[in-house]
Every structure is written in structure tokens, then in C-alpha cells.
């Protein structure tokens, strides 16, 4: 049995070695984090004071401004109080080896000078001192497991911190900048195209039906990689049309490509699908794969003529091949494409649908009221990420009814996974009339996307509305909340609540005190510095989750 004498003889005899294994693990921290925040350091030639350069010169300046941009001020203090915590530790352990005078002194020089003092005292201690240690058992226990919850701590900072080299250097500034814009405009296009596709659409509904509703959802395709992300295609669409009868118990439905193309004809193809009466309210889909669209390298020779109305075409098209056919052209009128036109005949891959076998609609409102909790994380950043890119590609159009809102995402019920949902293709849902009379939405006034957009992002993090949170902390508040100054208010004191490691803390904050983004001008979604604003502040940061 060992005594508690040999317990302290052997703890005592390795804590130099514990201290030395801190002292190299805290090199090796602040030297993994001077090389994210400037790739081109050489760690070999630091000098002796290198962690002095985690507060000076050009790589501090690198550092600072990411970690402002994470959390401002408080986010630089917090980190130098965390790398300087760990050093109190571990300096206060060694007192704990310290005998007489020197024991009652502050602690002075850096790690290396206290395993000093340790190697060379645990040589000549005496039998009192060693049993002395006993009594300081507990509390270098406790001292331990501290440094552990601060390396953890650090640690996130250092993980956070692999795309500091974006920040360092002016060139790789410019660089990153200039890719932004690239895909900044690219969103931008994607929204002049599905203004045109909802013009052209709106324009074919034009005689008397027998239908109650025309729904039509736009699968909003926005995935990411190690690279950045994988938006949906300027000129390609994935949509779904839902024809509900007045009296009849199924709904129709027809799964579409759509492909819009400045140069000539774009297409519009889809095989047909009968499912279950859907509510208005609630829409469904399943996996989906790349699908291979036809492309037109010039004017069909074939065209058939010009839809006027799309009900009886689309309800009653019947092919050979089980897939209608419609031509977009870039004036946004519609053309049907007889079944004898090459177009039909040529060979594409068998596309994968989406539409599941007996789809459900669950809208995005009732999904985050019921089912939210069961959503990984994981998924929770992506949709954000899918959301986010959807406020470049469709506000201001008149997909969105008033600007962006979450009422008008929709995901189909999948019970076979986790989430309940299939979340990785969320839909934006457009009703079109059913008679001559009644008239699609227009281009709304933008409302405030910004707030809309922070609220929804706090509703995923807590997986709980922002209405049922303003109830259960303020019930005698009015759950109308129609003010916006009201209700972002209460969206302020909400995001206090986040901790300031939540990772859309520092999204929600811009969202909501958007300082950064009006140096580039007042909030205009036609602006095109304004949505790049957007972008570097508000979705870059989700895509380095």
C-alpha cells in the first residue's frame, strides 16, 4: 500500500516535469497563434521576448482586428486575460513548492525560472518539506483542473484564429476582397434572374381555373466547403409547382429545371408527379442530387406556341418520356416544345427528384415552435449559411412577400432523419392567382431584413421563437411586436443573453448594431456596396463556423 509520504514524493518528484510539459505546451500556443496571424513569420528567428509580438507590431495589429471583429474590445481584453491566467496558475502551483521566505515572495520571472527553482529544490528537500505537500494536495488538485478549463478556453481562441492570414497583409486583404465581390455579384445576378423567372410566371396564369391555389418553391441551394461556399447557379433553378383543387383530394404536383440564359432560350423541364393534398400552409421534398439540365446553345428550330396559360399546360402535358418542356426567352414570355424537337430526344443523366412520395410541408415559423431542438449543430450553421445567401439572391423581390421573412420557408417532412426535416433543401414559397382578376405579389418595399435576419439567427441558437422567449420573459408585453424600433428592443436584450462564445454572437451584434456595415452606406439591397458589406460582415463569419 502506498503511504501518503510516497503519494508526495512522486507528485513532487514530476511536477517539474508537469511545469516543463506547460511551459513548451504555451510556447507551442503562442507560436501556433503568431502563425495564423502571419503565415510568413519565421517561428525559427523569434527572439527570446517572442510572445511580446502577440501584443506589438504588425501581427498584433493582425490579431486585434480579428479579435474585434469578433467581439469588439472586450473580446482583445479577454484573450490577453486568459493566456496571462494560465501563467498565474502555474505560478501559483510552484508556491506551493516554495519554502520559507522565498515562499511568501510574489512570483517573479516566467515559467522557465519557476521549473528551475522546482528541479533543483525536489533534489534536497527534506522528509518535513515532503510531508508538508500533503497539506497542498487539494488545492494544486484544484489549480489543475483550472489551467485545464483556461487551455480549453485558449484553445477555441487559436481554432477561431485559422483565417487570421486573410487579415494579415495588405494583398491578402485585397485578394480576399476581391473573391467577395465576386460571388457578391454573382448572388446579385441570381436575383435579376428570379425576378424575370417570377415575371414570366406571373404572366402565364392568365385565364380562369378551377384550382383553389398555384404554388411555386424555389429550393434554396446554398452548400459550403473547406473552399467557401457552393451557391445556387445564376442561371439554374430548382422548383416545384403545387396545384390545389377547390373540391379535389390530391394535389398536383410537377418537379421543374428551370434555366434562364442571357445568351439565348433558357429551358424549363420536369417530370410529373401526383402526391397527397397539401395544406396551403405546410409543403414537402426528399434527396437531392445535382440535376442535369438541358442546355441550349442557340434558338430552338422547334418551338411550339407561345403559353398563354400555364394550368392546362402543365396539368395536362403528357410526353413520351415522361417530361414536359417549356422554353423561357429572354423577354420573359413562355413557349411550349413538341415532343418531336431534338431538345426532348437528347440524353441527360436520370435526374434525382426531391419530391418526396407523400410530401408535408412544415414551414420554417412552425418548425422552430416545435421541432427546432432535435436540429445538430452542424445543420444549424448551414441553414444559416442557405438563409443568409438567400437575403442576396431574393430580397426585394417578390419571392420574399415583405422583404425577408422566415413565414415563407418551407422544408418537406422526413422522419427518417434526426432534424425530422429534410433541412438540407429548404423552399421560399410564391402563390400565383387562379383567376384574371387576382393579382401575384410585386416587388415589396424592403422591410427590416437586418433585424429579421439577427432574430431568426437567436431563434436557431436558442432553438426557441423569438415570440415564446418575449412571453415567457415579459408576458405583460403584447405579442404583436408590428413596431420595429419595439422589437428590436427586445432583440438587443436577447442577444445580452448569448454567451460570447455563441457561434453567431458576433452576426447577431451587426445584424443588430450594423456600424460596419453603414461605412459602406446607408442599408440599400441595391447598392452594391451595401451587399458586399453584407457579405464580408455577416456571411463570412458564418462560413468560418
Keep these: 500500500m502506498v503511504t501518503g509520504i510516497e503519494t508526495a514524493g512522486l507528485v513532487l518528484g514530476s511536477m517539474p516535469l508537469l511545469i516543463l510539459a506547460i511551459e513548451k505546451w504555451h510556447k507551442g500556443f503562442v507560436k501556433a497563434l503568431l502563425k495564423a496571424a502571419d503565415p ?220 434562364m440564359n442571357t445568351d439565348s432560350l433558357g429551358t424549363l423541364t420536369g417530370p410529373t408527379k401526383y402526391g397527397k393534398q397539401c395544406e396551403p400552409s405546410v409543403l414537402p421534398l426528399t434527396d437531392y442530387h445535382r440535376t442535369p439540365l438541358v442546355r441550349i446553345e442557340e434558338d430552338p428550330k422547334d418551338l411550339g406556341n407561345e403559353v398563354m396559360d400555364i394550368c392546362p399546360q402543365i396539368s395536362l402535358a403528357q410526353t413520351k418520356d415522361g417530361m414536359i418542356c417549356f422554353h423561357v ?103 400565383f392567382p387562379c383567376t384574371v382578376s387576382a393579382s401575384a405579389g410585386t416587388a415589396p418595399e424592403p422591410q427590416e431584413t437586418l433585424l429579421d435576419f439577427a432574430i431568426l439567427l437567436m431563434e436557431l441558437y436558442y432553438r426557441t421563437t423569438f415570440e415564446d422567449w418575449v412571453k415567457a420573459r415579459y408576458p405583460q408585453v403584447s405579442q404583436e411586436m408590428e413596431d420595429p424600433e419595439r422589437k428590436r428592443v427586445y432583440a438587443m436584450k436577447w442577444q445580452k443573453e448569448m454567451p460570447r462564445y455563441a457561434d453567431f454572437w458576433d452576426v447577431v451584434g451587426i445584424c443588430l448594431w450594423p456600424h460596419q456595415l453603414k461605412q459602406y452606406g446607408e442599408e440599400s439591397w441595391e447598392d452594391t456596396e451595401w451587399r458586399f458589406a453584407f457579405y464580408k460582415f455577416v456571411i463570412s463569419p458564418l462560413l468560418e463556423q
Design 40 to 259: 510568413d513569420l519565421d517561428l525559427d528567428s523569434l527572439p527570446q521576448d517572442y510572445r511580446d509580438q502577440l501584443w506589438n507590431g504588425s501581427t498584433a495589429d493582425s490579431l486585434d482586428e480579428y479579435l474585434r471583429r469578433m467581439g469588439g474590445e472586450d473580446a482583445v481584453e479577454g484573450f490577453r486575460g486568459e493566456v496571462e491566467a494560465s501563467k498565474i496558475i502555474v505560478e501559483e502551483i510552484g508556491q506551493h513548492f516554495r519554502q520559507g521566505k522565498e515562499k511568501a515572495q510574489p512570483a517573479k520571472g516566467g515559467l522557465k525560472e519557476i521549473y528551475d527553482i522546482l528541479t533543483r529544490r525536489s533534489k534536497k528537500l527534506s522528509f518535513g518539506e515532503r510531508f508538508g505537500f500533503t497539506l497542498h494536495e487539494k488545492d494544486i488538485d484544484r489549480l489543475t483542473k483550472e489551467l485545464g478549463h483556461v487551455s480549453s478556453s485558449i484553445a477555441s481562441f487559436v481554432a477561431s484564429a485559422t483565417n487570421l492570414d486573410k487579415l494579415a497583409g495588405q494583398s491578402a486583404g485585397e485578394k480576399s476582397a476581391e473573391g467577395m465581390r465576386k460571388i457578391v455579384n454573382r448572388l446579385y445576378k441570381t436575383r435579376d434572374h428570379a425576378l424575370s423567372l417570377f415575371n414570366t410566371l406571373k404572366g402565364g396564369w392568365l385565364a380562369d381555373c378551377q384550382h383553389h391555389m398555384h404554388n411555386a418553391l424555389l429550393h434554396l441551394q446554398s452548400d459550403c466547403n473547406a473552399t467557401g461556399p457552393l451557391f445556387q447557379s445564376d442561371q439554374e433553378f430548382h422548383m416545384l409547382f403545387q396545384i390545389l383543387g377547390k373540391e379535389d383530394t390530391n394535389a398536383l404536383w410537377r418537379e421543374l429545371a428551370v434555366v
Design 329 to 431: 426567352s429572354n423577354d420573359d414570355r413562355l413557349y411550349w416544345v413538341r415532343n418531336n424537337t431534338p431538345l426532348i430526344n437528347r440524353k441527360t443523366q436520370k435526374r434525382k427528384k426531391i419530391l418526396p412520395n407523400c410530401p408535408t410541408l412544415v414551414p420554417l415559423q412552425t418548425y422552430l415552435t416545435t421541432d427546432c431542438s432535435k436540429l445538430l449543430d452542424s445543420k444549424r450553421i448551414e441553414l444559416a449559411i442557405k438563409l443568409g445567401c438567400s437575403i442576396l439572391q431574393y430580397n426585394c423581390t417578390p419571392w420574399f412577400a415583405r422583404g425577408w421573412c422566415k413565414e415563407h420557408i418551407y422544408f418537406f417532412s422526413d422522419q427518417s432523419k434526426q432534424s425530422l426535416i429534410d433541412v438540407d433543401h429548404p423552399l421560399i414559397s410564391q402563390s
